[in-house]
């Protein structure tokens, strides 16, 4: 029974797509281990404050995440 944590900076990704983020990792993941096990496949959207995470001694708001998206 895996669980697969997917860590995001808050604010960047909508409800809609932490909810395709979830369906499509669990696809993956039965597509792994086997249709028996869709209904124990945990997966987790943790969200980090903006600017709460670094790259390269920088701290990364949502607005840097969506401008290099081009958002």
Known sequence: ???VDI?????VFSAAQKKEMIEKVTNVM???EGEALR???WVR???VGSGDWG???QALTAADVKAMAGS
Not at 7 to 11: A, E, M, S
């Open 1 to 3: 029974m895996p669980l």
């Open 7 to 11: 860590n995001v900076i808050q604010g």
């Open 30 to 32: 039965v597509g792994i």
């Open 39 to 41: 209904g124990v496949t």
């Open 45 to 47: 959207v943790l969200e």
């Open 55 to 57: 790259i390269g001694g």
